[in-house]
């Protein structure tokens, strides 16, 4: 006759075990695990890593998209957009289109989308991405409306992949948490379990294999990888390089993420040797495969080859240390104070193993003759630094930075960074400047070569930075499931593109 | 008691006060939230845009007399990430706080006594050697890495549990063991070395005396008196656990109030740093207070007055 231990334990066993494989996702449902729990997933945020996974073509759509391979532009709610002039383009609306709430799906919701989007009463943030500009949605007819950009904007077509197209009853004080829009899934609920979405049967597109998903957060990436191991959740984002140990489930790919070292132009380094002895002397490829994933890909710009403006020509600046050597030693026998301590700092949280990463380099350095010493920032001290206007006090420092741009240009770069206007820019070169002026206005050939120009004195003439990797994030994908990410999935991740494994 | 409990409710509410001050000024010294909540890229506009809209722009001063208008009627001010009233946001993620400190203090206490009970009755044993290194191992290893390595072994390798979540019974069951490892570790010390202080004591010595047999001694006798340290530090132990239990929390996706306190910390979402202080530390003042009245019953010598 069993004792009561062994009754009690067998029960406690039974109870965890019929408990845990619960958990397990079933059927036509998938589990989706992120890192950070968002704070509104509205429409007008679809820019916004960790919004943009769960809303973006999900629940709410853009008018148009980017394709994720060669940033072409691409129809979604919008299927033909026209330059009227004068700042003015004509939108075509596709047909047969209706909101998750019954609404139609026609010219005023996209003008009441709009006119949310740019309201100072709620803090859209997709309107950083068209800063400084002025649109005006009027309707033409049921499915036509002009939307007039002042200062007029070449970049229109990409501009109508950053607006989200909200229900009309949508909030206009209010971020929404509960999101309406015309996508192939509908939002059902966030609470403590994650948000939970379900399947639009009535969506105008093709039908989703996926019926229900539900995004749980967690911030570990251990657990993320965890989850997915044991069937609890079917993909995992974000997992750090240590945890990506499982080949058939880990896949990696470029997410459009690239890292620099940001030159402050202070003595030692205002001078040009110092700048060029910095890049000789960091071995970038002694880096892949250990602290970094092995398939992070060594930069030459701040732009991935698949954005307009890119410039192929640039080559990755050599690993020689002799060199690097010597040119120290140049710069110290002219008067350069190359013994002075050089702050390089970090940022916490930018990207796994980032100490690691800048305590390598700062070994590199220290080897040619530099004085650097490594200093990690918490976010708000580091965006001090970053950006204008900058502290008055500013010593020698050199900057971690990460910067994305999946918009398919370097027009979201350039100014930014590189114009003697741009809000983060270290630069104050009339050259550049004119260069990205000109090219802002530009279309077709003349653009991308003007923007080529551009890079090309950057990297060749002034070395504003130490540029880094195009960086990739490793995303885990369990058996039930089959997706491929692709270089917007951080940024836009489609429940649709996910098949069910047969 | 009632003068008891006033007494120490006027001390605590000025102590509350002085704190909530200073989260108040200390956290407008981190940084302002325009730039966290705002991408890297939003123009100078659109930053002071915000800093106006949440009322940011105003002097310190003007906004430390709107918050203590605020309050005196309870009003902590919106959520800047979730455009809800904080105060509802920290009492709906404080219960589940609560529950995990509840179960986890339950467990490490049951533990910890009988433990510690045992390893006394025969100092220097085998079983005492054992309790004793176990406990101190417990009691110094860190949070973060017991969870995950938790994960690993039982969610992952054995399967026994859920890795995390909240949704059923078996979620709780590592989360509960994590955060009562370090308070067992440290209370069977506690229990053990006031068992062997009780033990020696002149009337255990005579119920040794008239015969009355080692199980009978420890729990009917010796333990009712061995354990006013071990409530003192039980109670030490639970304040922490609240406040401690931000990291299992955010890795185990457990929607309390350390999980909440980091997610606006991070962002700078000043009203719930408020309210989440302040509703943490009344839960810490009834706690105490708590802890004051279980005294005067395990010891009839002690008044709480």
């Given at each position: 006759m069993p004792n009561r231990s062994h009754i009690l334990g067998g029960a406690l066993f039974a109870l965890v075990a019929t408990a845990s494989s619960l958990a397990v996702a079933q059927g036509a449902d998938v589990k989706i695990a992120v890192p950070v729990e968002p704070a509104n997933i509205d429409g007008c945020n679809t820019t916004v890593n960790g919004i943009n996974t769960i809303v973006k073509e999900n629940i709410v759509e853009t008018l148009t998209v980017l394709d994720p391979n060669d940033s072409k532009v691409l129809p979604r709610l919008a299927t033909k957009w026209d330059d009227q002039g004068n700042g003015t383009w004509r939108i075509s609306l596709r047909e047969g289109v209706t909101f998750h709430d019954g609404k139609p799906f026609n010219a005023d919701a996209v003008v009441k989308a709009i006119t949310r989007m740019q309201s100072t009463g709620v803090t859209c943030l997709d309107r950083t991405k068209i800063a400084n500009v002025k649109l005006t949605a009027t309707a033409v007819d049921e499915k036509t409306v002009d939307i007039h950009a002042d200062p007029a904007q070449v970049l229109m077509p990409v501009f109508l992949s950053f607006m989200g197209i909200v229900g009309p009853d949508t909030s206009t004080t209010e971020l929404s948490r509960a999101p309406v829009g015309t996508g192939p899934f509908q939002f059902v609920s966030w609470d403590g379990d994650g948000v939970k979405l379900k399947r639009n049967d009535k969506y105008w597109g093709k039908k989703p294999e996926v019926e229900n998903a539900t995004y749980v957060f967690r911030g570990e990436s251990a657990l993320r990888a965890a989850m997915v191991k044991t069937g609890e959740a079917d993909i995992a984002f974000a997992i750090a390089p240590q945890d990506a140990d499982d080949p058939k489930m880990d896949k990696s790919f470029l997410n459009g993420e690239t890292t620099r070292i940001r030159l402050i132009m202070q003595p030692p380094l205002d001078d040009i040797r110092i700048r060029q002895a910095l890049n000789l002397g960091f071995d970038r490829q002694a880096l892949v495969g250990t602290v970094l994933s092995d398939k992070v890909v060594p930069a030459t710009q701040f732009i991935l080859p698949k954005i307009n403006g890119y410039n192929p020509d640039l080559k990755v600046w050599p690993f020689d240390v002799d060199k690097a050597a010597a040119l120290v030693a140049e710069a110290k026998a002219a008067g350069v104070p190359v013994d002075k301590e050089i702050r390089l700092v970090g940022r916490t949280?930018?990207?796994?193993?980032e100490p690691e990463v800048l305590e390598a380099i700062q070994q590199m350095w220290q080897a040619i003759g530099l004085n650097v010493k490594v200093e990690m920032m918490e976010s708000a001290e580091w965006l001090k630094l970053v950006n204008k206007p900058y502290p008055a006090d500013r010593s020698a420092m050199m900057i971690q930075e990460m910067h994305d741009n999946n918009n398919g240009d370097a027009a979201f770069t350039m100014y930014f960074r590189?114009?003697?206007?741009?809000?983060?820019?270290?630069m104050n070169n009339s050259a550049v400047d004119s260069l990205i002026d000109k090219a802002m206005s530009e279309t077709g050939e003349h653009r991308t070569k003007d923007f080529q120009e551009a890079n090309r004195i950057i990297a060749d003439e002034i070395i504003p930075a130490v540029p880094q990797y195009h960086m990739v994030s490793q995303m885990r994908v369990g058996p039930r499931v089959n997706y491929e990410p692709n270089g917007l999935s951080t940024v836009q991740f489609e429940l649709s593109d996910i098949a069910l494994s047969k | 008691m009632g003068i008891y409990l006033s007494k120490r409710a006027i001390w605590s509410g000025l102590s509350l006060f002085l704190l909530v001050v200073m989260v108040f000024f200390m956290a407008r010294l981190t940084g302002s939230p325009a730039d966290l909540y705002l991408p890297i890229d939003a123009p100078t506009s659109m930053r002071e845009e915000f800093s106006r809209l949440h009322g940011f722009d105003q002097p310190v001063y003007v906004q430390f007399f709107d918050f203590l208008r605020g309050l005196v009627t309870l009003d902590f001010g919106q959520s800047l990430r979730q455009g809800r009233p904080a105060l509802a946001l920290v009492l709906e993620a404080m219960p589940t706080t609560l529950l995990l400190a509840l179960w986890s203090i339950t467990a490490a206490l049951m533990i910890a006594i009988v433990t510690g009970a045992l390893a006394a009755w025969r100092p220097n044993s085998v079983f005492d050697r054992i309790a004793t290194l176990l406990s101190l191992i417990g009691a110094s290893l860190p949070n973060f890495w017991i969870a995950i390595v938790g994960v690993l072994v039982f969610a992952v390798g054995l399967r026994l549990v859920p890795t995390s979540g909240t949704g059923s019974v078996s979620q709780w069951i590592l989360p509960v063991a994590v955060l009562a490892i370090r308070p067992c570790g440290l209370l069977v010390q506690v229990a053990r070395s006031s068992m062997i202080s009780v033990l020696s004591s002149a009337y255990v010595k005579t119920a040794r005396a008239k015969g009355a047999r080692g199980r009978r001694i420890i729990f009917v006798h010796a333990l009712r008196n061995a354990m006013l340290p071990v409530v003192t530090v039980a109670g030490d132990q639970a304040a922490g656990i609240i406040n401690g239990a931000v990291i299992v929390e955010t890795i185990f996706g457990f929607p309390g109030i350390g999980k909440l306190m980091i997610d606006s910390i991070t962002y700078r979402d000043f009203a719930v740093i408020q309210a989440g202080v302040m509703v943490t530390a009344i839960a810490i003042f009834m706690l105490n207070v708590g802890i004051d009245i279980v005294y005067a019953v395990l010891d009839p010598r002690i008044r709480v007055n």
């Open positions: 949280n930018f990207f796994p193993n590189y114009h003697s206007k741009g809000q983060q820019s270290e | -």
